[in-house]
């Protein structure tokens, strides 16, 4: 009984340190993804730059639904950018929705 105890103790322990770090914000989000090519601000880092990146403060970008943005987080947009598709490296339709918002915010 001893061992079962400790055991759900320490799980507790353990989903207590873990939890926590599952949700993302914002910011966390758009820093882990899209900072490094897009600007801490989203008018583009030199690399950026250097591959095209967009300006998130562009006219074309604030027009944008967010449903278009969020295809570009999730799939890549039309184009079907593969640097883009974050879908399949786990970030989720509901973080996207967040990367979306964050990204009309940085007018």
């Known amino acids: 009984m001893k061992k079962v105890i400790l055991a759900v103790v320490v799980l507790a322990i353990a989903l207590f340190i873990v939890l926590p770090n ?16 897009h600007g801490a601000d989203g008018k583009g880092s030199a690399a950026g730059k250097k591959m095209g990146a ?35 490296k786990g970030v989720s339709a509901a973080d996207a929705a967040k990367l979306a918002i964050y990204i009309k915010a940085l007018k």
């Not at 949700?23 to 820093?31: G, H, I, N, R």
């Not at 970008?61 to 883009?84: L, T």
């Open 22 to 37: 599952l949700s993302w914000t914002q910011e966390d989000l758009y820093k882990a993804k899209c900072a490094g090519c």
């Open 54 to 88: 967009q300006e998130f403060s562009s006219p074309a970008v604030q027009k944008m639904p967010d449903a278009a943005i969020v295809d570009y987080i999730e799939n890549g947009g039309p184009q079907k950018k593969a640097s883009h598709a974050f879908a399949s």
